[in-house]
T-cell receptor, first 112, second 111 residues
Framework: QQQVKQSPQSLIVQKGGISIINCAYE??????FPWYQQFPGKGPALLIA?????SEKKEGRFTISFNKSAKQFSLHIMDSQPGDSATYFC???????????FGKGTMLLVSP | NAGVTQTPKFQVLKTGQSMTLQCAQD?????MSWYRQDPGMGLRLIHY???????DQGEVPNGYNVSRSTTEDFPLRLLSAAPSQTSVYFC??????????FGPGTRLLVL
């Protein structure tokens, strides 16, 4: 059973555009929602994270929007750049466990 | 600090062979995990550890063994490799249960 559903699988955005990746979850015990960025041939790296008591978190061009009632959260990349081309994973962690549950990933390509 | 290191970077095995994927971290993190990454499947947890001497199974543990004798090391053992274990394996460590630092990965091909 997939606990974190991520969409789209792939995304092409023009340089300067906004990239939006969405995730949804069912487990109401999830209490921490990080996003990871992975470049080809590298391990994932933490990009930004949010807790459910906050509706939005912004770090530079990256923003997480969180809708607790809908059990959805999304990553917005403003002014997308070719260097943002990577695979993005949303994830969630249950307050009672020590492990992350990942979405299946979104491959983002920002065209020059 | 070297962070999380994994060896080897790439390995080819024949079906039935055994091997150990090495993972080490120098950040004194208690939490360590092993994931496999397959196309379209995201990252799936194999085994994890919350401290030396303590390990537990993740989502896809079959065919893999782990042990944690020290804080620094968390090796993953394949006792009898199968083609279905062809994947990219990532080790991660974390100071808390949430923030994970991933190694560079090991690409494994089982023929």
């Amino acid at each position: 059973q997939q606990q974190v559903k991520q969409s789209p699988q792939s995304l092409i955005v023009q340089k300067g555009g906004i990239s939006i990746i969405n995730c949804a979850y069912e487990n109401t015990a999830f209490d921490y929602f990080p996003w990871y960025q992975q470049f080809p041939g590298k391990g994932p790296a933490l990009l930004i994270a949010i807790r459910p008591d906050v509706s939005e978190k912004k770090e530079g061009r990256f923003t997480i929007s969180f809708n607790k009632s809908a059990k959805q959260f999304s990553l917005h990349i403003m002014d997308s750049q070719p260097g943002d081309s990577a695979t993005y994973f949303c994830a969630a962690i249950d307050s009672g466990y020590s492990t992350l549950t990942f979405g299946k990933g979104t491959m983002l390509l920002v065209s020059p | 600090n070297a962070g999380v290191t994994q060896t080897p970077k790439f390995q080819v095995l024949k079906t039935g062979q055994s091997m150990t994927l090495q993972c080490a971290q120098d950040m004194n993190h208690e939490y360590m995990s092993w994931y496999r990454q397959d196309p379209g499947m995201g990252l799936r947890l194999i085994h994890y550890s919350v401290g030396a001497g303590i390990t537990d199974q993740g989502e896809v543990p079959n065919g893999y063994n782990v042990s944690r004798s020290t804080t620094e090391d968390f090796p993953l053992r394949l006792l009898s490799a199968a083609p279905s274990q062809t994947s990219v394996y990532f080790c991660a460590s974390s100071p808390t249960r949430a923030t994970q630092y991933f190694g560079p990965g090991t690409r494994l091909l089982v023929l």
